[in-house]
């Protein structure tokens, strides 16, 4: 049997404020963990289009990219609980920085997410053991070091968003 190998595309907002990043507390399978912004890219939309809408939808923040911080692969096993079967998950992971606004209070957090958290880098690096992924510390470390990449490195072909 010939099975094609199909990762799952996520997108990150990497958002920094005087000194601090903006994570979110979410409830997984494994419990409250700590993670960036971040979700699954839709169908019909570019990286930093499904960006700012996660950032929006998990934060109540508007999130506006202005660069690219990195594209990372990660690889996630979950043995088998129960009735739910194991589950082997390769991420690709496209993480943005940008403007962030304020908390939009008419909007509610995302369904999942309990709150948002402003860390400083040291809180963030000291609750390692709390984050959803190892790319959690990565992306920000990346951001630190002043990686940054045009939004135009990643091109969105129009038959994406024409596709719907």
């Given at each position: 049997?010939?099975?094609?190998?199909?990762?799952?595309?996520?997108?990150?907002?990497?958002?920094?404020?005087?000194?601090?990043?903006?994570?979110?507390?979410?409830?997984?399978?494994?419990?409250?963990?700590?993670?960036?912004?971040?979700?699954?890219?839709?169908?019909?939309?570019?990286?930093?289009?499904?960006?700012?809408?996660?950032?929006?939808?998990?934060?109540?923040?508007?999130?506006?990219?202005?660069?690219?911080?990195?594209?990372?692969?990660?690889?996630?096993?979950?043995?088998?609980?129960?009735?739910?079967?194991?589950?082997?998950?390769?991420?690709?992971?496209?993480?943005?920085?940008g403007?962030?606004?304020?908390?939009?209070?008419?909007?509610?957090?995302?369904?999942?997410?309990?709150?948002?958290?402003?860390m400083?880098?040291?809180?963030?690096?000291?609750?390692?053991?709390?984050?959803?992924?190892?790319?959690?510390?990565?992306?920000?470390?990346?951001y630190?070091?002043?990686?940054?990449?045009?939004?135009?490195?990643?091109?969105?072909?129009?038959?994406?968003?024409s596709?719907?």
């Amino acid at each position: 049997m010939n099975t094609r190998w199909t990762p799952s595309v996520t997108v990150a907002a990497i958002i920094e404020q005087d000194g601090k990043f903006l994570l979110v507390e979410e409830h997984t399978i494994e419990g409250l963990r700590l993670n960036n912004p971040a979700g699954h890219l839709d169908p019909g939309e570019s990286p930093a289009d499904g960006c700012a809408r996660e950032a929006l939808e998990e934060t109540t923040h508007s999130f506006q990219p202005t660069a690219l911080v990195g594209v990372y692969l990660s690889r996630f096993e979950r043995p088998a609980r129960g009735e739910s079967p194991a589950q082997d998950i390769t991420y690709v992971r496209f993480a943005f920085c940008g403007t962030v606004g304020p908390a939009q209070t008419h909007l509610a957090l995302d369904t999942g997410i309990v709150r948002t958290l402003w860390m400083t880098p040291d809180e963030v690096r000291a609750s390692a053991g709390r984050h959803r992924s190892p790319l959690v510390v990565r992306c920000m470390e990346d951001y630190l070091a002043g990686r940054r990449y045009a939004l135009d490195l990643v091109h969105t072909d129009s038959s994406v968003i024409s596709a719907l």
